[in-house]
């Protein structure tokens, strides 16, 4: 079992940037597939990004791409989300979401951090 721990997250202005982390437990950082979602108030869960295993592989929402950055760091088993430009709609609850092996589409994340809060003021 892996445990996901957010950090990074606060109130910015628009045009702003935020660094959002995510720090894993165990030894197997380099087997799970990373990603970010978020949540905001009376919407659903979206996706935001991923990164495959070996971080050479991202994909990203249509509403970020351009303006955010997902990375990792397989020695320090965490993962990023740099954020630019941000706009007010970007204001959510952040998650970060691991799975074992590589993504396949259709199927669920094993694990959930416990979510950072981003507020982006207009």
């Known amino acids: 079992q892996v445990q996901l721990v957010e950090s990074g997250g606060g109130l910015v202005q628009a045009g702003g940037s935020l660094r959002l982390s995510c720090a894993a437990s165990?030894?197997?950082?380099?087997?799970?597939?990373m990603g970010w979602f978020r949540q905001a108030p009376g919407k659903e869960r979206e996706f935001v990004a991923r990164i495959t295993r070996s971080g050479i592989n991202t994909n990203y929402a249509d509403s970020v791409t351009g303006r955010f950055t997902i990375s990792r760091d397989n020695a320090k088993n965490s993962v990023y989300l740099q954020m630019n430009s941000l706009k007010p709609e970007d204001t959510a609850v952040y998650y970060c979401a691991a799975r074992w092996g590589d993504y396949i589409p259709g199927t669920a994340y094993d694990a959930w951090g416990q979510g950072t809060q981003v507020t982006v003021s207009s």
């Open positions: 165990g030894r197997t950082f380099s087997s799970l597939t």
